[in-house]
């Protein structure tokens, strides 16, 4: 790999910071930050401790400088004292622009901030983060959204400029064609308990913008198939002990499966995966699914119909029976599964590579920090 840094000059530095670390954007930030350092970039992640043991960075080559999450002025201080060599930070979520954008305060010193997720708040929280937002737009050199959904939402927010730049992740292990994705399949079916019997795979954070109490809803519109789908949800989180009482007193064929830590792994095991959320960005689950060769039903919302085009089944949020139907009509149809399976694999190559991400990510680099940065 050819280093990015002329010869004789010395190597861009960027800081890149996380907040919590979501799947989505935990996953993107060590993919980005490898093609980077292979570039030679130096990334340094500035994120909680625990986010760096769970995304092993320094595996990639990039520093891990552990930051709280908080953004008080011991935290904020810190960032910025780490920022005082770089020649760029990128800021991935709202959470991680707003306090870039309070660390470089004064300072002449690009912030790309990619979004990846919508903020979620309720009651008297939603104004807050909409003025959060718009300090994140307003302060940011460039806005990356990883969905139109999103980039418009930056643009309404203020953002100078604000362009798509789709977060690709990588596939499940054992996705694909051939004898090692059959075996791969069969093992992730039986870590799943799923034997004999249609297997129907949902997963994420059990919380509440995640829609699990529609896709409970659902679970009775293929109850009566014989032999009955069993629906493993993938997660760990606050609504457990719920959804746990709504499994149990509808005696619903579902088994709460709990954290794993490699869940789009377990895809490959799957007859159909199923995500119900009332907003999702460039959904990790659906990538994977159609990575995987499974069948997706999955709600038309957000940067989903984007992502997936006529490769899905795809139906409105918050219509249990719609999404049960889509199931049970992707279940008893072979020939709509291998429709989906082939029309999915057809969707990914679409889909630009991670080196490609990586490029496009680096332009941005170059474009914002070139004209100063070789002197």
Do not use: N
């Not at 100078?160 to 051939?178: C, K, N, Q, S």
């Not at 409970?216 to 009955?228: C, I, N, Q, S």
């Not at 139907?325 to 990914?348: C, K, N, S, T, Y």
């Amino acid at each position: 790999m050819i280093s990015h840094a002329p010869h004789g000059q010395r190597p861009l530095r960027t800081v890149q910071v996380l907040g919590g670390g979501g799947s989505t954007s935990g996953v993107h930030v060590r993919s980005l930050a490898a093609g980077l350092v292979a570039r030679g970039v130096r990334v340094t992640v500035a994120a909680p401790a625990e986010v760096g043991r769970a995304f092993a960075f320094d595996g990639v080559g990039a520093g891990h400088a552990p930051l709280p999450r908080g953004a008080d002025p011991t935290s904020i201080a810190a960032l910025r004292a780490l920022c005082a060599d770089a020649d760029l930070v990128h800021a991935h979520g709202v959470d991680a622009g707003l306090r870039a954008g309070l660390a470089l305060a004064g300072r002449r010193l690009p912030l790309v901030v990619t979004w990846h997720e919508r903020a979620r708040p309720r009651g008297a929280w939603t104004h807050a983060v909409r003025l959060a937002e718009r300090r994140v737009a307003r302060s940011a050199s460039v806005v990356l959204g990883s969905c139109g959904d999103l980039v418009d939402r930056a643009r309404r927010r203020g953002a100078r400029d604000a362009r798509l730049a789709a977060a690709v992740l990588p596939g499940p292990a054992g996705a694909g064609r051939g004898p090692e994705a059959e075996v791969a399949r069969q093992k992730a079916r039986a870590e799943l308990g799923s034997a004999g019997r249609p297997l129907v795979v949902a997963a994420g954070p059990l919380e509440t913008h995640r829609g699990y109490e529609v896709l409970l809803d659902a679970v009775p519109r293929w109850a009566g198939l014989d032999p009955v789908p069993l629906l493993v949800i993938v997660g760990e989180g606050p609504l457990r002990g719920a959804l746990r009482r709504r499994i149990d007193s509808g005696a619903l064929p579902v088994r709460l499966s709990g954290r794993r830590d490699e869940p789009l792994d377990l895809l490959v095991g799957a007859d159909v995966v199923v995500v119900a959320s009332p907003w999702e960005g460039r959904s990790a689950l659906a990538q994977g699914a159609l990575r995987a060769g499974v069948p997706l039903v999955a709600t038309a919302v957000g940067g989903t119909p984007e992502l997936v085009g006529d490769a899905a089944e795809l139906v409105p949020y918050g219509d249990a029976g719609a999404l049960g139907e889509a199931v049970v009509r992707v279940l008893g149809d072979p020939g709509r599964r291998r429709w989906l399976r082939e029309r999915g694999f057809a969707q990914v190559a679409t889909w630009p590579t991670e080196d490609e991400t990586v490029a496009q990510v680096l332009s941005v680099y170059d474009e914002l920090t070139r004209p100063t940065l070789w002197r």
